[in-house]
């Protein structure tokens, strides 16, 4: 990349390479071809092609599981399938012809149902935690699939305009004719036409373009973000970025019916602080999760990090980003993270691939709140520094008057001692004269 020097070429293919993909755990490099085959090379040692899948279909997309382990392929079939890396055996496929949708484009002259046969996903990407996939394709419908169920999830239509080619299914039989439909038909050919143009001097022969041209509705990329909580679409409606609000839906887990948010209060009332937290994730209610957190005691934190059970783990570090981004509790809500990555990091080093989104909300929160306080320190260091150089020639003052006094003090019993020794001395002559007078 430094040099621009081409380093090596790998050869092997025999049609038109149409996906590239590295793998995230290695230098493993997958290629996908109209040949209907995927190769998977290793980049750095220059043995050529290490495996070779096959694909009943011409190759569209591939793209590799976050933990390297698992490869997706989409074909021009509409099915895409899953491949174990390591052992290059298939271990899935989802069929995806009717999910693409059908549709009807204007110069069609058979049916949505049978023109849907030549549709099929052109672009696919996994979620950060790998759980979901996302495939979108000429059409205008994205489709999110579980890769572990390998069904469909969820739907999104990304566009209703009409001005889109290929947004109907049925087209309207009133503008059909016997020459076909009347829509492609060019009005500029009309000599006396509101749309006629004046033909230049010397120009005998007139304009032969159409000029009746509807863009398709289409998806052409779709990736997820780092984080796994939003992913965005290039289309032909420009880029659209969907994003979850954790706080605007209710998902309990693992709820049963005496759980309510009185009991889960009633629980943090009598102190079983460990209970009350769980209980508050099984409901899943964000306001009360954080009402909970917020009243357990800072000193009990690290008892219950170390005694809380993986499954809660991970939805407490799922919640922690949040919390750590927008609350004004930073350093409450620090110590919880300190404390559960200290107590349970094997375990979670172990997992690593399916909290990889998790601790990337986590790292990306920590970073904006440490610019926050950095720029904020930063734009007062030299007030700080003022006030700690007057508090420094303050105290400084004040031992200087704290010496003075303390002088003044011996002085003033240095006179005391001195008044008293005079006194005592008269009184000692006095007393020798009186006995003077006597014994004469």
């Known amino acids: 990349m430094k040099t621009g020097r081409l380093l090596d070429v790998l050869s092997g293919h025999e049609a038109p390479v149409s996906g590239l993909t590295f793998s995230p755990s290695g230098a493993l490099l997958a290629s996908g071809s109209w040949d209907k085959t995927v190769k998977l090379w290793d980049v750095f040692e220059n043995k050529g092609s290490r495996e070779t899948l096959l694909i009943n279909s011409d190759v569209l997309a591939v793209a590799f599981h976050p933990d390297g382990r ?3 392929v989409a074909a021009l079939d509409a099915c895409i399938t899953f491949w174990d890396t390591q052992n290059a055996i298939q271990v899935g496929s989802i069929e995806g012809r009717h999910d693409i949708g059908y549709f009807r484009k204007l110069e069609d002259m058979i ?10 996903f052109n ?21 999110i699939y579980s890769v572990k169920d390998q069904i469909l999830m969820k739907k999104f239509q990304i566009s209703c305009n009409k001005s889109f080619d290929g947004m ?12 076909g439909n009347r829509a492609l038909i060019d009005d500029d050919d009309e000599e006396d036409g509101p749309g006629k143009s004046i033909a230049l001097p010397g120009v005998r022969k007139g304009d032969m373009s159409s000029r009746h041209w509807k863009p398709e509705v289409r998806v052409s990329c779709v990736k997820f973000s780092p984080t796994g909580r939003s992913w965005a679409a290039a289309s032909t409606e420009g880029v659209l970025v969907y994003s979850l609000d954790h706080k605007l839906h209710f998902d309990p887990f693992d709820l049963q019916v005496d759980i309510t948010p009185e009991s889960i209060r009633k629980t943090l009332g009598k102190g079983d602080y460990s209970s009350a937290l769980m209980l508050s994730f099984r409901l899943n209610e964000q306001s009360l999760i954080e009402e ?21 783990v991970d939805r407490l570090l799922s919640f922690l980003p949040t919390q750590i981004e927008n609350s004004a509790h930073i350093q409450f ?11 349970h990091s094997p375990s ?6 399916s909290i990889m989104a998790t601790l990337r909300s986590l790292q990306k929160a920590t970073r904006i709140k440490h610019d926050e306080i950095s720029k904020l320190c930063e734009y ?12 420094a020639l303050k105290r400084k003052r004040e031992e200087n008057d704290k010496q003075e006094d303390e002088g003044s003090d011996c002085e003033e019993k240095n006179d005391d001692d001195k008044d008293e020794d005079m006194e005592s001395d008269s009184a000692f002559v006095s007393k020798w004269s009186d006995d003077e007078d006597t014994d004469t």
């Open 292 to 312: 909970v957190i917020e009243k357990i005691p800072y000193t009990q934190i690290e008892f219950l990090a170390q005694n809380l059970p993986e499954t809660y």
């Open 111 to 120: 049916t949505a149902k049978k023109s849907a046969a030549g549709q099929a």
């Open 70 to 72: 698992q490869l997706a």
């Open 348 to 353: 979670l080093r172990q997992r690593s691939g």
């Open 333 to 343: 809500y620090l110590t919880w993270l300190e404390k559960l990555l200290m107590s």
């Open 123 to 143: 672009t696919i990407c996994y979620s950060a935690d790998g759980k979901a996939l996302l495939a979108a394709g000429r059409s205008k419908n994205i489709c």
């Open 380 to 391: 007062n260091k030299y007030t700080l520094q003022y006030l700690l150089g007057q508090c």
């Open 168 to 179: 109907e299914e049925f087209l309207d039989k009133r503008q059909m004719t016997e020459w």
